[in-house]
């Protein structure tokens, strides 16, 4: 886990069986939220105890939280290339998300998280940010932006602000209603 000293001052952290989390404080303003860096287990079986860990994580700190990492499971069969797409598994996943109240943060600069190259490529999105609301609230316009890979088949995610670019308007609102007064205006004449 990395993070700008600038930015942020380590209070605390924790390890379990799956996770770490650690509680920082911004250095301007004193927020204070939770980080929880994830490796999901693979076996369906540990994976419902490592929900379970998340779960009591949760139950521990009520408040601002983010939680991120390598779950080893996806939330929708389109976040994998090729290759079966256990419901179960993904409607476990769900249920942690809903039950800790999380927002799955929009990804940014690529499809997929994972990727392992062979006779066929298979790809899935299998890292992910995921924060509670009132850590939303306090960090609007996050997302989460896959940087590249240097070493690992994993992409590094790292939760950013969106950038809010001036580009052509693709709307302008006009008032309809005097052009068609115009309109009939002209008809009638």
């Given amino acids: 886990m990395m993070w700008d000293k600038n930015t942020f001052n380590f209070v605390s952290s924790s390890q379990g069986e799956f996770s770490i989390t650690c509680i920082f ?3 301007d303003g004193g927020f204070t939220w939770a980080f929880s860096g994830v490796y999901g287990p693979q076996d369906r079986y540990v994976k419902l105890r490592s ?25 929708y069969p389109q976040e994998r290339s090729s290759g079966l797409c256990p419901r179960n598994t993904m409607l476990e996943f769900h249920d942690f998300i809903n039950y800790a109240a999380l927002v799955d943060l929009h ?14 490529a298979v790809c899935s999105g299998l890292d992910r940010l995921l924060v509670s ?3 939303e609230e306090h960090f609007p316009d996050s997302l989460q932006t896959r940087l590249p890979r240097p070493l690992s088949d994993h992409f590094p995610l790292s ?5 809010l670019e ?5 709307f302008k ?3 309809i209603w005097l052009k068609v007064e115009r309109f009939s205006n002209l008809v009638k004449k």
Avoid: H, M
């Avoid at 939760?159 to 950038?163: D, T, V």
């Fill in 25 to 27: 404080q911004l250095v």
């Fill in 133 to 135: 609301l009132d850590w």
């Fill in 107 to 120: 990804l940014r600069g690529g499809e997929y998280t994972w990727s392992r190259s062979g006779g066929e």
């Fill in 51 to 75: 929900w379970e860990e998340l779960r009591r994580t949760r139950n521990g700190w009520p408040r601002p939280w983010c939680i991120g990492g390598d779950f080893n499971e996806i939330l």
């Fill in 166 to 170: 001036r580009g052509n308007v693709p």
């Fill in 159 to 163: 939760p950013e602000r969106a950038k």
């Fill in 173 to 175: 609102f006009e008032n």
